[in-house]
């Protein structure tokens, strides 16, 4: 079985997209291999539609735990891939305390820069 961790499009979004749960703008989803469950089929689908509509898609490795949506910043993190999604940046650049608005504003590669440079240099 894969577990996901999706993050929305719409920064801090608490509510249900597709099925599925989010709190402050992420949730978890279990996918089988094997997709002989219904409701893990199902998960399956809302996967595919996430994948589809620019949500943050990644596989998490069970024995490593989520990190707390709502934790404080404590610039220990580091940063995505200078190719990840533009939600996966908004929301790393919130818990690095940019302003929600203010990180929704920029493009993914100018908040890539604004942080890889930063970390580079």
Do not use: C, H
Not at 30 to 48: G, T
Not at 62 to 78: C, R, T
């Amino acid at each position: 079985m894969a577990k996901f961790r999706i993050r929305t499009p719409v920064l801090g979004f608490t509510g249900v997209s597709a099925g599925v749960n989010f709190t402050n703008g992420v949730a978890e989803l279990d996918v089988p291999e094997d997709r002989a469950e219904d409701q893990l089929r199902y998960n399956a689908r809302s996967l595919a539609y996430f994948r589809s509509q620019g949500y943050g898609v990644e596989e998490i490795d069970e024995q490593v735990p989520a990190a707390d949506p709502l934790s404080e910043p404590d610039g220990s993190d580091k940063p995505p891939a200078r190719s990840a999604s533009k939600a996966d940046w908004v929301t790393y650049a919130v818990t690095q305390g940019v302003d929600a608005d203010e990180a929704d504003k920029l493009t993914r590669d100018q908040l890539a820069e604004r942080f890889l440079d930063t970390k580079e240099g």
